[in-house]
């Protein structure tokens, strides 16, 4: 199995800390050259978060309006792909970047050393701390959000966690997930189980298609009679694209949507066209020949 740090670079100027917007055709250029490179040589490891990079609902997702939507389509796209996916410590909850609003309330050292070279540099404070804000490694080291109760019930109450815990936790925590079908959560259990039921998810084809669509992330799966399409909105703006081959995926059920439980959601039109809302993900099934 192999680690690689390409994607986790992708929205980078001239540092980490010069962040720019992602672009989706680059993104999935850099994902279909791992996917191809791998295919019958290794094994892909398939993460968007780790302990060194910001929380990815904040990063490529949408962590204001579309916080759920937008973590359920990047966990689809991941989860999707050929190799091995990791979850990252609440991750599965769509745990968001820390607010930071001050210098003092950083811990990374990587963070507290850049923001003094830069100042002292002559960089303007604000500028240096929105980058920090952005892409600091302690966006990922804050307390998992275990329920909305002080600390998060990360430790007990009367004593004080290493770093913040985020605010947001007494909306965004496992206690009030867990049971709700509808939750990041439960999609992460979802895309986990498709792993463990349907062999073309493990170990079948990869094919990406639109590549240079800039909303659109779509690729197929393919193992013996079983085929799967894969079409992820990652856009807080509705999508319309055709679909290749769209024809013959407007007879495919849907085999899981972002939008709630499997089964539920918008598959191709009879035209070969998809319709998305923002941050709409879907999963369909062809089957060729008897399972």
Not at 283 to 288: G, Q, S
Request: glycine share 10%; proline share 7%.
């Amino acid at each position: 199995m192999v680690f690689q740090f390409e994607h986790v670079g992708i929205d980078h100027g001239t540092s980490k800390w010069d962040v720019r917007p992602l672009q989706l055709p680059a993104l999935k250029a850099v994902m279909n050259r791992w996917q191809a490179g791998l295919a019958d040589v290794g094994w892909n490891s398939l993460y968007w978060c780790n302990h060194d990079q910001p929380r990815v609902v904040s990063r490529f997702g949408d962590d204001g309006e579309h916080r759920e939507a937008s973590a359920k389509a990047l966990a689809t796209v991941l989860h999707l792909h050929r190799g091995t996916p990791y979850v990252y410590q609440g991750e599965d909850l769509g745990m968001a970047n820390y607010p930071f609003t001050a210098v003092g309330q950083f811990r990374d050292v990587e963070s507290l050393n850049h923001y003094r070279e830069a100042v002292g540099r002559g960089e303007a404070p604000d500028a240096v701390l929105a980058g920090l804000r952005a892409m600091s490694r302690d966006n990922a080291r804050t307390p998992v959000q275990w329920s909305a109760g002080p600390n998060a019930g990360f430790c007990p109450e009367g004593t004080t966690p290493w770093i913040g815990v985020n605010p947001d936790h007494v909306h965004v925590n496992a206690a009030a997930q867990r049971a709700d079908p509808r939750s990041v959560f439960s999609h992460y259990r979802r895309l986990i189980e498709l792993r463990h039921t349907e062999p073309v998810v493990a170990t079948g084809d990869f094919t990406m298609l639109l590549p240079r669509e800039p909303q659109v992330y779509a690729f197929t799966r393919a193992l013996g009679g079983v085929r799967l399409l894969v079409l992820a909105n990652l856009a807080s703006a509705p999508a319309d694209v055709e679909v290749p081959d769209g024809a013959a995926w407007a007879r495919a059920e849907v085999l899981l949507a972002s939008g709630g439980a499997a089964g539920s959601g918008s598959g191709v039109d009879p035209a070969g066209r998809w319709h998305a809302g923002p941050w709409d993900a879907v999963v369909l099934r062809l089957r060729t020949a008897a399972p």
